[in-house]
């Protein structure tokens, strides 16, 4: 690992450290690099109509789970049906599944989320009820070009993923 890398992950296990619940509170917090996948029913263009998505992805990262092993590895899978999928335009909605490993780890939660964006890049929002998980991602996309230039089936983005799990 680079030294850059080596003291981010450093500060940041000892930021959420610092921030970790009293004993006997399972509360969790964490930041991690996303990588998802968007996979759709038929191309999206310039002009597509809605259609059904599905997502798949995972990242790793740093949690308050275990302050002496703060590394984790992130799942997420989902699927919805898109309000708007354009190159130009996207807004995703559906229900989703998160679960970290290994253990101790934020437990796996299940609920709605929204992708707000285009094909260059947007914002992911996570969020359930019960039991509570709030979630966003930065995301970003190479997949523009080709969407605009004849349309694709699917967008990968990358980007950051922070999470409270209260």
């Known amino acids: 690992m680079r030294f850059g890398v080596k003291v981010a992950t450093v500060l940041a296990g000892m930021v959420l450290a610092a921030a970790m619940p009293a004993a006997g509170q399972l509360t969790f917090n964490g930041v991690c690099t996303m990588?998802?996948?968007?996979?759709?029913?038929?191309?999206?263009?310039?002009?597509?109509?809605?259609?059904?998505?599905?997502?798949?992805?995972?990242?790793?990262?740093?949690?308050?789970?275990?302050?002496?092993?703060?590394?984790?590895?992130?799942?997420?899978?989902?699927?919805?049906?898109?309000?708007?999928?354009?190159?130009?335009?996207?807004?995703?909605?559906?229900?989703?599944?998160i679960d970290f490993n290994p253990s101790p780890a934020p437990p796996a939660s299940n609920g709605a989320v929204d992708l707000i964006g285009s094909s260059a890049g947007g914002i992911l929002h996570l969020s359930a009820p019960s039991p509570q998980f709030q979630g966003v991602a930065a995301l970003v996309s190479l997949g523009a070009v080709g969407c605009v230039l004849g349309g694709?089936?699917?967008?990968?983005?990358?980007?950051?993923?922070?999470?409270v799990d209260p």
């Not at 703060?70 to 335009?89: F, R, Y």
């Open 35 to 97: 990588n998802v996948t968007f996979s759709f029913s038929g191309p999206i263009t310039n002009n597509s109509p809605p259609r059904s998505w599905s997502m798949s992805g995972g990242g790793t990262c740093v949690t308050d789970a275990q302050p002496l092993s703060p590394i984790k590895t992130m799942g997420v899978a989902g699927s919805g049906v898109s309000q708007l999928s354009q190159c130009g335009v996207l807004r995703l909605l559906g229900s989703y599944v």
């Open 152 to 163: 694709t089936s699917q967008l990968s983005f990358t980007g950051a993923f922070l999470f």
